[in-house]
């Protein structure tokens, strides 16, 4: 998850964010990778084990320990981390992470809690007591002992762990945030959620590109039973569709109306960063003069609020007098924006994305594919964001229908079994094996929901029925979903029997139809926070938090 101030959150409307004082990255930017790789998916490491029991072909080839990390071993490679003597190494470490993560999102850096705070001891001995568990039930090669603890003084319901690129390891540490900790969650459910996170330091998902390995793409049609990822077969035409759109949402936001008119709605996408940085920038330079633009977010953020899901924080299907008042509300947002709000202001798209990231315009115009240069040229910076994200929200309805051509389904049919999905899924076994009940996580993200949402969550639950998947832009899937998903695979295991399905065909350049619909990437400019995986991001919200006038 990503912190954000209350400025830059003015228009964060995506379904999953952060909590505002956080301090860890979503993992959203895989995102932008995902059209990129339009081949069959790997085998997943996560199971730690090669097919069929065949040979490890890293302990034949010599190939653990051997001083380089190999993050495509079946067993994680102790190459692959950086190990602590004791406690007061691993803080020490995560206190220069975390000045290094403050710095690139201008905030002051989080205190650490002292291993003689009670909360500390507690969380000690519960990650203890699962790394015994963990290790008998999962495959963890060479790693002999616990990992360390961090217990970050921050309020925000998170645990993670983090790849430090300084060193290319993995520190063997996961780190649990207090507002974790004094949630009030069981302690199995709990639990779940720091072997959730052993998973992402276990299975190295948290190396650079490792998401790509993981991923199972698919398709469910209204009324078909919902499988669980990990079983299934890579479908191309679900893995071009999925790429793309996570592709194109991850850079404009998730709901591609063109009743918006280019307003980005992605929490982390470039274009709401760019567009938040320049209204910013804007109100600090004349109040005055966008007073009028302010004056009309509110009922803008309100017509949101009451039609995003709480569920899955994906927007509803809006009827055609719903349309044209989002058009009138976004038009007259825009307008005021643009004249007087930063009417006078020489901002430029490339040169405040160089100032954003620490880099030059030189490297900023290299990362930009010339086609999106040219379409936005000569602009004013507001047309310049607004261009770039409407030309996105067009790709997004292209590929929509595209996907209804190909197979007859939209994009609500569309799956894919991620890092996140896997490291659910690895509490259901270890659970199991201390006495717990194997789907406990699923407890705790019911208790993360705001209590209506919990209620109508459970009730879902109750009744068998198959909760909304959530936005494809965000690989943890929806809470609820995933409350679903740990007690059926729990179910799953103690009755193995499962109906095999039929994969949906492809047409033979699907691959390149979707690829080309996708467009251009736009640059993705590396951040420390990109080097995290966390579990657990804040509820859906109904849109953003108000200005902060």
Not at 62 to 86: M, Q, V
Not at 227 to 245: K, M, N, S, T, Y
Request: hydrophobic share 40%; with cysteine.
């Amino acid at each position: 998850m990503m912190r954000r101030s209350t400025i830059a959150l003015l228009l964060a409307l995506a379904a999953c964010t952060a909590d505002a004082d956080t301090g860890t990255s979503d993992g959203a930017g895989d995102a932008g990778d995902a059209a990129d790789d339009d081949g069959a998916g790997d085998d997943s490491a996560d199971d730690g084990a090669t097919d069929g029991g065949q040979p490890d072909a890293c302990e034949a080839e010599g190939r653990y320990g051997d001083g380089t990390c190999d993050g495509a071993c079946a067993l994680p490679d102790t190459d692959c981390f950086l190990f602590f003597d004791d406690h007061a190494a691993a803080d020490e470490w995560f206190t220069g992470y975390e000045a290094d993560l403050a710095a690139s999102e201008s905030r002051p850096p989080r205190a650490l809690v002292d291993a003689s705070d009670a909360r500390f001891a507690a969380m000690r001995e519960l990650l203890e007591r699962g790394w015994a568990s963990y290790a008998v039930e999962r495959p963890v090669g060479a790693l002999d002992r616990a990992p360390e603890l961090v217990v970050i003084d921050d309020p925000g319901v998170n645990a993670f762990v983090a790849f430090d690129r300084g060193v290319e390891k993995i520190g063997w540490a996961v780190m649990v945030q207090t507002g974790l900790i004094e949630l009030g969650a069981s302690e199995p459910a709990l639990l779940g959620v720091v072997m959730h996170e052993l998973t992402h330091a276990v299975d190295r998902h948290v190396l650079p590109d490792a998401g790509e390995r993981v991923l199972i793409h698919y398709q469910v049609a209204p009324g078909e039973p919902e499988p669980l990822g990990f079983e299934q077969e890579d479908e191309p035409i679900a893995r071009a569709a999925v790429a793309a759109w996570r592709k194109l949402g991850g850079e404009a936001g998730p709901y591609p109306l063109a009743e918006l008119h280019g307003i980005p709605t992605g929490s982390s996408s470039l274009m709401t960063r760019v567009f938040n940085a320049t209204l910013q920038r804007a109100v600090a330079a004349d109040p005055d003069a966008c007073a009028a633009a302010l004056d009309r977010i509110e009922p803008f953020n309100q017509f949101l609020n009451a039609r995003i899901s709480p569920l899955d924080g994906l927007l509803a299907p809006l009827d055609e007098p719903e349309r044209a008042e989002l058009d009138l509300l976004s038009g007259d947002f825009m307008a005021a924006l643009r004249d007087p709000c930063t009417l006078a202001s020489d901002l430029d798209l490339f040169p405040l994305i160089a100032e954003l990231f620490g880099v030059t315009v030189d490297e900023v115009l290299a990362e930009f594919d010339p086609s999106d240069v040219e379409l936005v040229e000569g602009l004013p910076i507001v047309d310049q964001i607004a261009t770039l994200t409407d030309d996105r929200y067009r790709r997004m309805r292209e590929v929509e229908a595209m996907l209804v051509e190909d197979t007859g389904l939209d994009t609500s049919s569309l799956r894919y079994f991620s890092t996140e999905e896997a490291a659910d899924d690895s509490t259901v076994p270890v659970l199991a094996g201390m006495g717990f009940p194997p789907d406990a996580v699923g407890e705790f993200f019911l208790a993360i929901l705001p209590p209506p949402t919990r209620a109508e969550c459970a009730d879902l639950l109750a009744r068998g029925d198959v909760p909304p998947y959530g936005d494809l832009t965000d690989d943890h899937h929806a809470f609820c979903f995933r409350a679903y998903h740990v007690a059926a695979l729990a179910d799953r295991v103690a009755a193995p029997a499962t109906a095999a399905r039929a994969p949906h065909t492809a047409r033979p350049d699907a691959a390149e139809a979707y690829r080309r619909a996708a467009g251009p990437r736009l640059p993705r400019f590396w951040r420390p926070g990109d080097d995290t995986r966390s579990a657990w991001l804040a509820p859906p919200r109904q849109g953003p938090p108000p200005w902060n006038r």
